[in-house]
């Protein structure tokens, strides 16, 4: 290697020490779109992986926006990782038609994609994701969030290492990937759309940058620095803001109003931020979000919904921020087994039956039993216990009505966080108990039960 190519590979090795990037014997999801900056990448941590012992996993997404090109960019990456015995995994995707069916743009869904994507390889590994962003990619980032308004955040750019995410090349310019690429026969293809003046950031690319680096030839050092005194800054105003919110806080997703509006503008917007992030971290929170939740604080009452189904509530001197349709797993536990322990989603339910005259001397005890039994020999066969789906109907015995589960829950003025909390158990058509409610009139206890199901739940 000449001395250029050197310099080169130290300043990728500076950035991965002194942000602690890769530790001995780590696993790294390298993202690989067969572009030059993500082969160099590539190439590099297959050099490094000998000293440090790491197990590479390459992973490419295929959008399906290119036809034939996208396709050859697979089988590109393909290629060359069956070539130098690299285990790849690929994820073909229609972007467009997921874009259009969540009602996002194509670079954020494809964004989204991508990294949901590279955290599920990494996950069972407990892998680092390495990505090829580079000193120039900050640029456009840090350009094209200030044309949008954004706040400090926006303006830090791209941060070299985040959660389990590091850029080993951020301290490179796009010209001295492609000298690397050149010196060590690095092959790569080229993307026809990063000529597409219609997506803003090849618009900053193309005609914006060229026109800041005749004004200052060190332009990528200069906005480096620049993000990197913001980050610190904006980390200060965060932690600040952390504290505050913690002890202004009630419960989960609950606040005090008062304390939270004798807070500075600074800090008061950041809390909002750090509280809606605590209800879905993926949220694409922006300046108007926060907007909205502050009049609504000043105002004392009322609700906003934002993106993500995110439910703002301001009520009774309290600020409620949570899910309005919390992304639970369904589950369901077949109920073919007695007085045993059964756990379904976080939850252990534990399962007893009994004869109907000890559950009487119980029930004088405790008046809860009246919720939490069933008539045991009227459950259905293949009856299950679950949590909620679409479509739930249900048939309550003081009613005798059947109407949906939705209807009941919002005359019942069940919160719409607690809703997909609830347990029931149900047969294939209809719910027959329901958690809080006690039995649906197929399972009510009558002086005819012989045997009682008893369900107590806690969680594990």
Not at 46 to 74: Q, Y
Not at 196 to 208: F, G, Q, T, W
């Amino acid at each position: 290697m000449n001395s250029n190519e050197i310099s080169l590979e130290e300043k990728i090795l500076k950035s991965i020490n002194k942000f602690n990037m890769l530790p001995q014997n780590a696993a790294v999801v390298v993202g690989v779109s067969g572009g030059s900056d993500s082969m160099a990448l590539l190439y590099f941590l297959l050099h490094f992986s000998k000293i440090k012992n790491l197990k590479i996993i390459a992973a490419h997404v295929n959008h399906s926006l290119r036809g034939s090109e996208s396709d050859r960019d697979e089988n590109f990456v393909r290629d060359f990782c069956k070539d130098n015995d690299v285990e790849l995994k690929v994820l073909k995707v229609d972007v467009a038609k997921k874009a259009k069916e969540m009602k996002m743009g194509l670079e954020e869904c494809g964004r989204l994609i991508r990294y949901e994507f590279f955290e599920e390889l990494a996950s069972p590994n407990n892998a680092k994701i390495a990505l090829a962003h580079t000193l120039s990619d900050n640029i456009e980032t840090i350009i094209l969030n200030l044309t949008r308004g954004s706040g400090i955040h926006g303006l830090c750019g791209i941060l070299p290492a985040r959660d389990n995410i590091i850029r080993p090349l951020m301290l490179l310019e796009k010209s001295e990937i492609l000298a690397y690429c050149k010196a060590n026969k690095i092959k790569y293809v080229e993307d026809s759309s990063n000529k597409d003046r219609e997506y803003s950031r090849n618009k900053i690319r193309l005609d914006v940058v060229p026109v800041l680096k005749e004004i200052n030839p060190s332009l990528g050092k200069a906005f480096l620095k620049v993000s990197s005194l913001l980050q610190s800054d904006d980390d200060y105003l965060n932690k600040i803001a952390r504290e505050k919110l913690n002890d202004i806080k009630i419960e989960k997703g609950q606040y005090f109003l008062k304390e939270l509006k004798k807070l500075d503008l600074a800090i008061k917007s950041r809390c909002i931020k750090l509280a809606v992030l605590e209800a879905n971290k993926n949220i694409n929170l922006d300046f108007s979000h926060v907007n909205l939740i502050l009049a609504l604080i000043e105002q004392g009452s009322g609700t906003v919904t934002l993106p993500d189904k995110i439910y703002v509530k301001v009520e009774k001197e309290t600020l409620k921020i949570f899910l309005k349709e919390k992304p639970v797993k369904d589950w369901r536990i077949q109920l073919n087994s007695l007085n045993n322990n059964l756990t379904g989603q976080a939850r252990k339910f534990i399962i007893r039956v009994v004869c109907k005259s000890e559950y009487d001397d119980l029930l004088k005890q405790d008046k809860t039993l009246l919720n939490r039994a069933v008539d045991y020999e009227k459950i259905p066969p293949n009856s299950v216990l679950r949590n909620r789906r679409p479509g739930d109907v249900l048939k309550l015995s003081k009613r005798g009505i059947t109407k949906s589960l939705k209807k009941f829950f919002n005359e019942e003025k069940v919160s719409i966080e607690k809703r997909s909390e609830l347990s029931m158990i149900a047969d294939k058509n209809n719910i027959l108990w329901l958690e809080e409610f006690g039995a649906c009139e197929p399972l009510k206890i009558n002086n005819n039960t012989k045997q009682v199901l008893i369900i107590n739940i806690g969680r594990n």
